[in-house]
């Protein structure tokens, strides 16, 4: 698949069948988090991978009821728990660099849409999950000290994949030389 058509036609996916992903397929996309540009080649993420239907269980309950990815979280075949390890990008010696702190979440953000892209080259779903517990997460998977889990993403075959949103026309968004209000 061809870059911009995999970014035109990429969406959030909630609806994933249970049914086992190639590992070739979850290595590809491994692989595209690897290659993930990052602060100073920094390559503050890691990733765990849940597969176990009970570990997903505990994960799902650090969502809310209402949150519209919670059965994806159980069904996925896979979850990748997208976490960042903190004090290196955006660092220098030990001393932020940036007037917006710590660039983990940039750098893990960055990782999160190449995961996503990448499994819906292979003809995978996947949904981007941002709001949860992400404390509870990290006792449940025994994150260590110095190290944020920012994402979930649960990666599956779709059971159907939605129609795209509207997008606002680049006028609305893309100023030269000056921004515009």
């Known amino acids: 698949m061809e870059l911009l058509e995999a970014i035109r036609t990429r969406r959030t996916v909630r609806r994933l069948k249970a049914d086992p992903i190639k590992e070739e397929q979850l290595k590809n996309i491994l692989e595209a988090i690897r290659w993930t540009p990052s602060w100073a080649n920094t390559q503050c993420w890691e990733v765990v991978v849940v597969r176990d239907r009970s570990v997903k269980e505990k994960l799902a309950e650090t969502l809310s009821p209402t949150n519209p990815a919670l059965k994806a979280v159980t069904n996925a075949p896979v979850v990748l728990v997208m976490c960042g390890k903190r004090g290196l990008a955006g660092f220098k010696k030990g001393e932020v660099t940036t007037d917006k702190g710590d660039w983990f979440i940039f750098d893990v953000g960055a990782a999160t849409l190449n995961a996503c ?42 059971e159907k994949v939605p129609e795209g949103p509207k997008r606002k026309p680049l006028e609305e968004f893309v100023f030269e030389n000056h921004y515009q209000s």
Do not use: R
């Open 117 to 158: 892209l990448a499994a819906h080259a292979q003809g995978l779903g996947s949904v981007i999950v941002g709001l949860f517990d992400s404390k509870k997460v990290e006792e449940i998977l025994g994150v260590p000290e110095g190290v944020s889990v920012v994402s979930l993403i649960p990666i599956g075959v779709p």
